[in-house]
Structures are given as structure tokens and as C-alpha cells.
């Protein structure tokens, strides 16, 4: 008999890629999308006849508790969160709300419902933030910089509360930047990404970016999904740290887009302090030895590979698309 998964967020960038990858394993695949006025399943609508869409929402409890008495799955993975850094400073209460109490509301649900089911938490090295040591492991300390690191400290901190107090299998991945074609258009990289595609058509003149010396660990959003899974299958629920152990500057990205598409990026790139964060996170390394070690887990795409896959698909999507299309891009 097929297991059966439920995904929160499946409408983002790694629920699209989780969905994908739990059909190809023969899984039941259910996702949790919340209610908007215009439909957000542009990532997903590929997908919408291999699998069941319900409406919920983090914020609300007993839409979860309807949907797990619904449902019945074996795994859940909690992907919904409110992602964007930038946005955590402006909305701190709903970004609290959703990204960290939300996780309560899902592992209380799946408490009371059926706690045998295996539960996935989507945490971030955005917890590390100004970084105690370098890399990160599971045993460094967090230091988060923003209100979303924090209230995904919150949820990293309640997942192994939940584990630890009523036997739960729940787990906390703890994944760094993982980006891809689907990636949000304000999100650093496909924002370059994008722009790069943009100024070779002659769709736009300029790319105005924060601050070029920040560093993360990038890897391609469909490994790190792989790894979700894979914690969900050993015989013991565990967190683990999941990225490449390589580190590149916003700069480095810039500099491959541009290059890929035979541009110098100095003649475009305008440095906007409009992009600067109240507090920055200045570089972020993995150390992902126990995911390999325990899980076998190994990122497959290189840094350069996911840069220029991302430029491509930008460049194929605009070339192909509607002029009203074309004019739309991130502020
Ligand atoms: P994403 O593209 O921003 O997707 C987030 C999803 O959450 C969207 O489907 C969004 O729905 C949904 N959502 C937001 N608020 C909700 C609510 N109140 N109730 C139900 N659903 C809600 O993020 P992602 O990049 O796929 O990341 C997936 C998860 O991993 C997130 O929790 C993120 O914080 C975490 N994470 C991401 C990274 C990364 O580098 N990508 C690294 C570490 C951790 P709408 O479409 O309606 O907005
Ligand atoms: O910024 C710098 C910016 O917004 C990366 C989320 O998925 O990963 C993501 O969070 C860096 C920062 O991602 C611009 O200051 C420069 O240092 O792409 P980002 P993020 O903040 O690292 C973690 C792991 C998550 O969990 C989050 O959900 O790039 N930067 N110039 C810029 N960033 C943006 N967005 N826009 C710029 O113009």
C-alpha cells in the first residue's frame, strides 16, 4: 500500500520539488495550500492531477486538526512558513505566527490526531545568523539576526520539545539557502537570476542589489528535498544540518550570471543601501558531516551548475512568454 504524505506549503519552491519527488516514490501525495483571492499553484499546476489540494492555514488550528482527520498521513512535512527575511522587520508579529507558533499548532494537531504519524520541520541556518563558529554543525549555537530567525529558533526549539516530551517522531532539518529556477523573485539569486535574463533580452538596463559581501552555502532546491525524506526514513527521528560546505559571496553569483551570458555585470549592477537589512547575516557554512554519515546524503549540483540552470530558465521562460508578462518584475 502507498504511504501518504501531507505537505504545508506545497505551493512554494521546495513543496513543488517535495511533491514531485514523493510521487516518484509511489507516495499519496496531499498538499496544504491557505486561501487567496488570486490563485498563487503556479509551481505546483503541472503536478494538479497526480495529487489531492486542500485548504488550510497555519494560523488556524482547526483547519490542520480537520485536514490530518481527513487525510490520515504517515508523514507530514511542514513546509509553510513566511520566508522572506526583508519581511520579518516589517510584519514581526505575523511572521512570529506563522513561522514559529504555526509549528506548535501543526505538532499539536498531529499529536492528538495520530502522534505515530512522521513529522518534517523546514528549519534554517538563518538560526545560526552572526555565527558562533565556522561552519555550522548541529551543535553550534543559534544567534539569530532577524524576526524570522528567531521564530524559526522557536520552531526548531518546540520540534525537539515535541520529540522529547511525548516520544514523537519529529524531526528538524536544519537546511541552508537552497535555490532554483522556482525560486521566489526576491530572494537573492533569482532576482540576479532574472535580471541577468532581462538585460540580455534588452528588457532592462540595470540591476540594483544590497550588499554584494554576503556569504551563503547554496545548494539546488531538489537535493535538499531528498534529504527531508530521508530523515523521515531511518530508525530514529534526529535534526540534522543540511548544505553543500562550500561558500560564495552575492558578488561571485553576480559575477557567474553575468559571465554565462557573456556581460560584464560592473557595466549593470548598482549597489541600493534601499536593500540593506536592519541586521545583517554576514556569511553562513555548513558542515554537513552527519547528514552524509548518517543519512548518505550528498548534494549532486554544483555551485555553477545551479547558477547557470537558473539563468537559462530564465532566459527560455521570458523568451516564450506574453509581452504583458515581460513588463512584470520584483521592485
Ligand atoms: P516559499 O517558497 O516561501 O514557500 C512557503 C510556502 O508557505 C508557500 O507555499 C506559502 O503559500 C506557504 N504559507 C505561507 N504562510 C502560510 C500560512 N499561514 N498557512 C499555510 N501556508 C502558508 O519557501 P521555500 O523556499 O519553499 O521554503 C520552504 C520552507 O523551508 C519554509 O518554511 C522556509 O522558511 C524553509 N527554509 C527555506 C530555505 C531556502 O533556502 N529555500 C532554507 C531553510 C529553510 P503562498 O503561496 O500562499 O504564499
Ligand atoms: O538573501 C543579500 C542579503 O533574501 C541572501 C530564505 O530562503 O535562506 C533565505 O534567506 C543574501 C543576504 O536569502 C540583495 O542581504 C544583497 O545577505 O536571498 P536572500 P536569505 O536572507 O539568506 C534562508 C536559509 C532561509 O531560511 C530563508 O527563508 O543576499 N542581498 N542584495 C540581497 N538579498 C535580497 N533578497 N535582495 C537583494 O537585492
Given at each position: 500500500?502507498?504511504?501518504?504524505?501531507?505537505?504545508?506549503g506545497?505551493?512554494?519552491?521546495?513543496?513543488?520539488?517535495?511533491a514531485?519527488?514523493?510521487?516518484?516514490?509511489?507516495?499519496?501525495?496531499?498538499?496544504?495550500?491557505?486561501?487567496?483571492?488570486?490563485?498563487?499553484?503556479?509551481?505546483?499546476?503541472?503536478?494538479?492531477?497526480?495529487?489531492?489540494?486542500?485548504e488550510?492555514?497555519?494560523?488556524?488550528?482547526?483547519?490542520?486538526?480537520?485536514?490530518?482527520?481527513?487525510?490520515?498521513p504517515?508523514?507530514?512535512?511542514?513546509?509553510?512558513?513566511?520566508?522572506?527575511?526583508?519581511?520579518?522587520?516589517?510584519?514581526?508579529?505575523?511572521?512570529?505566527?506563522?513561522t514559529g507558533?504555526?509549528v506548535?499548532?501543526?505538532l499539536?494537531?498531529?499529536?492528538?490526531?495520530?502522534?505515530?504519524?512522521?513529522?518534517y520541520?523546514?528549519?534554517?541556518?538563518?538560526?545560526?545568523g552572526?555565527v558562533?563558529?565556522?561552519?555550522?554543525?548541529?551543535?553550534t549555537?543559534?544567534?539569530?539576526?532577524?524576526?524570522?530567525?528567531?521564530a524559526?529558533?522557536?520552531?526548531?526549539?518546540?520540534?525537539v520539545?515535541?520529540?522529547?516530551?511525548?516520544?514523537?517522531?519529529?524531526?528538524?532539518?536544519?537546511?541552508?539557502?537552497h535555490?532554483?529556477p522556482?525560486?521566489?523573485?526576491?530572494?537573492?539569486?533569482?532576482?540576479?537570476?532574472?535580471?541577468?535574463?532581462?538585460?540580455?533580452?534588452?528588457?532592462?538596463?540595470?540591476?540594483?542589489?544590497?550588499?554584494?559581501?554576503?556569504?551563503?552555502?547554496?545548494g539546488h532546491?531538489?537535493?535538499?528535498?531528498?534529504a527531508?525524506?530521508?530523515?523521515l526514513?531511518?530508525?530514529?527521528?534526529d535534526?540534522?544540518?543540511?548544505?553543500?560546505?562550500?561558500?560564495?559571496?552575492?558578488?561571485?553569483?553576480?559575477?557567474?550570471?553575468?559571465?554565462?551570458?557573456?556581460?560584464?555585470?560592473?557595466?549593470?549592477?548598482?549597489v541600493?543601501?534601499?536593500?540593506?537589512?536592519?541586521?545583517?547575516?554576514?556569511?553562513l557554512?555548513?558542515?554537513p558531516?552527519k547528514a552524509?554519515e548518517?543519512?548518505?546524503?550528498?548534494?549532486?549540483?554544483?555551485?555553477?551548475?545551479?547558477?547557470?540552470?537558473?539563468?537559462?530558465?530564465?532566459?527560455?521562460?521570458?523568451?516564450?512568454?506574453?509581452?504583458?508578462?515581460?513588463?512584470?518584475?520584483v521592485?
Amino acid at each position: 500500500m502507498s504511504k501518504i504524505a501531507l505537505v504545508t506549503g506545497i505551493s512554494g519552491q521546495d513543496g513543488s520539488y517535495l511533491a514531485e519527488f514523493l510521487l516518484a516514490k509511489g507516495y499519496e501525495v496531499h498538499g496544504m495550500m491557505r486561501r487567496t483571492s488570486t490563485k498563487s499553484s503556479g509551481r505546483i499546476d503541472h503536478l494538479k492531477d497526480k495529487f489531492t489540494l486542500h485548504e488550510g492555514d497555519l494560523l488556524d488550528s482547526t483547519s490542520l486538526t480537520r485536514l490530518l482527520e481527513q487525510v490520515r498521513p504517515d508523514e507530514v512535512y511542514n513546509l509553510a512558513a513566511q520566508s522572506f527575511v526583508p519581511v520579518s522587520w516589517e510584519q514581526p508579529i505575523f511572521t512570529s505566527e506563522v513561522t514559529g507558533l504555526g509549528v506548535t499548532r501543526m505538532l499539536d494537531a498531529v499529536l492528538h490526531v495520530d502522534k505515530s504519524t512522521r513529522f518534517y520541520q523546514a528549519s534554517s541556518s538563518e538560526m545560526f545568523g552572526k555565527v558562533r563558529e565556522s561552519p555550522q554543525s548541529e551543535a553550534t549555537p543559534f544567534y539569530p539576526r532577524s524576526p524570522y530567525g528567531v521564530a524559526k529558533a522557536y520552531g526548531h526549539h518546540i520540534t525537539v520539545n515535541y520529540r522529547e516530551s511525548y516520544g514523537m517522531y519529529a524531526c528538524s532539518g536544519i537546511l541552508f539557502n537552497h535555490e532554483s529556477p522556482r525560486r521566489g523573485l526576491e530572494f537573492v539569486t533569482r532576482k540576479i537570476a532574472n535580471a541577468v535574463a532581462r538585460i540580455k533580452l534588452g528588457l532592462d538596463e540595470e540591476l540594483r542589489l544590497g550588499n554584494l559581501d554576503a556569504k551563503r552555502d547554496w545548494g539546488h532546491a531538489r537535493d535538499y528535498v531528498r534529504a527531508m525524506w530521508m530523515m523521515l526514513q531511518q530508525d530514529a527521528p534526529d535534526d540534522y544540518v543540511v548544505g553543500t560546505g562550500e561558500m560564495h559571496s552575492v558578488r561571485e553569483f553576480v559575477e557567474i550570471a553575468f559571465d554565462h551570458v557573456g556581460l560584464d555585470w560592473q557595466e549593470y549592477v548598482v549597489v541600493d543601501p534601499k536593500f540593506y537589512r536592519p541586521a545583517e547575516v554576514d556569511q553562513l557554512l555548513a558542515n554537513p558531516t552527519k547528514a552524509r554519515e548518517k543519512l548518505g546524503w550528498v548534494p549532486k549540483v554544483t555551485f555553477e551548475e545551479l547558477v547557470r540552470e537558473m539563468v537559462d530558465k530564465d532566459l527560455d521562460g521570458l523568451a516564450t512568454k506574453k509581452p504583458l508578462d515581460m513588463k512584470l518584475k520584483v521592485a
